[in-house]
């Protein structure tokens, strides 16, 4: 097999290893199923733990490596025992998603069947969102890069808000673009514009860099929220979200809430993309209470594995990787509407193995995708 595809393996703490584990065992399922080449997965140590017993929270060759990779998927990173001086905890995929520019956060939130519904409104069974949330600038600026903090002794700490023409532009394209993929599957393809634009100079900006790029997309529609009306809207009438835009910290915090909405951060699902790179990984942390106890619920970084694939197809032009992540996400539907996915998060009976062995033989069976 010559040219082989590498995903750049980052496995990072706590449960992100055994959701990594279980990652590669159904991607590797869905490949074969779907008749496309075998992926080489190349891991590369970086985390808390590698910083702890190291020196260095990613291995020396890591970002090089990760870069030179056709796609990186990562677990989980950073342990709350293991900090910096100044009490920030230890995360080189900041640094990650800002040396390799992967501006679009793509953070789906879809309800499914038997899965917990946390709100009664039976309209909540149709949630089906995406949280686009700018993953390189906004309020993780001087996050991004370990030091870019203002401190001024210990009397004051500036963080800074940083928004720039060039990455908006680009990432309210992808808004748009993404609306009009859904929208030929069904969705309503609508993008809002989540912001603070009444109060805030930068998010006035970043408003005003949407109202310039949406006329380039006229069959889709506008909406505009500003963030603290829109954390009630999602509680109000989540099914009425389509595409939601928004900065860096807005969307960290809106695709928890988002997430729990459908479950829990054990269903939610993460690709970051830039130009030239993308990273894939689920949206929760590395759960350190239950980690290594075979508890965690790997679904979120088993749907970030098809994204990956999703993503491979389109970079490559291999369309059975499509076909691939879509087996994984048939079987994840097919799973939890025959009451076959009871992950322990939902107060089930299922393990990150119990839920992993099952998806194996839901993609074994012969049920062939909708779409494939
Ligand atoms: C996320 C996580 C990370 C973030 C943390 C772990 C640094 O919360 O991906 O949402 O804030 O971006
Ligand atoms: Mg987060």
Request: charged fraction near 25%.
């Amino acid at each position: 097999m010559e040219n082989r595809q590498t995903v750049a393996l980052i496995k990072g703490d706590g449960i992100g290893v055994d959701v990594s584990n279980a990652t590669v065992r159904i991607v590797n399922a869905a490949l074969e199923k779907a008749g496309a080449p075998q992926l080489t997965f190349e891991e590369i140590n970086a985390g808390a733990t590698c910083f702890a017993e190291t020196g260095h929270d990613i291995a020396p060759d890591g970002e090089d490596r990760a870069g030179a990779a056709d796609a990186i998927f990562l677990g989980a990173i950073g342990l709350p025992s293991i900090r910096h001086e100044d009490g920030t905890e230890i995360s080189p995929h900041l640094r990650l998603r800002d040396r390799f520019g992967l501006y679009a956060g793509v953070r789906p939130v879809k309800a499914y069947p038997n899965a917990p519904q946390r709100l009664a409104d039976p309209r909540a069974a149709s949630i089906d969102m995406v949280i686009l949330r700018e993953s390189t600038e906004g309020l993780f600026y001087s996050a991004a890069a370990h030091g870019r903090s203002q401190i001024i002794g210990d009397s004051e700490v500036r963080d800074t808000l940083r928004i720039t023409r060039t990455t908006t532009e680009k990432l309210h394209r992808f808004a748009f673009r993404l609306a009009q993929k859904r929208k030929a599957r069904g969705a309503p393809g609508c993008v809002t514009c989540v912001d603070k634009a009444n109060v805030f100079a930068s998010m006035a900006f970043f408003r005003k860099i949407y109202d310039e790029i949406a006329p380039e997309f006229p069959n889709i529609d506008r909406a505009y929220a500003y963030v603290d009306a829109q954390a009630l809207n999602l509680i109000r009438a989540p099914w009425e979200a389509d595409v939601l835009v928004m900065e860096n910290m807005f969307g960290d915090i809106l695709s928890d809430l988002a997430g729990g909405l459908v479950g829990g951060m054990g269903m939610a699902a993460c690709a970051e993309i830039g130009d030239n790179h993308g990273l894939f990984q689920p949206a929760h942390g590395s759960a350190p209470d239950i980690m290594g106890q075979d508890k965690a619920n790997p679904l979120a970084a088993i749907l970030s594995g098809a994204l990956l694939l999703d993503y491979l197809a389109e970079k490559s032009d291999v369309e059975s990787f499509a076909k691939a992540g879509q087996w994984i996400e048939h079987a994840v539907d097919a799973g939890f509407e025959a009451n076959l996915l009871r992950p322990m998060e939902f107060g089930g009976d299922m393990g990150t193995d119990a839920v992993t062995t099952q998806l194996l033989s839901l993609i074994a069976a012969d049920a062939a995708p909708k779409s494939a």
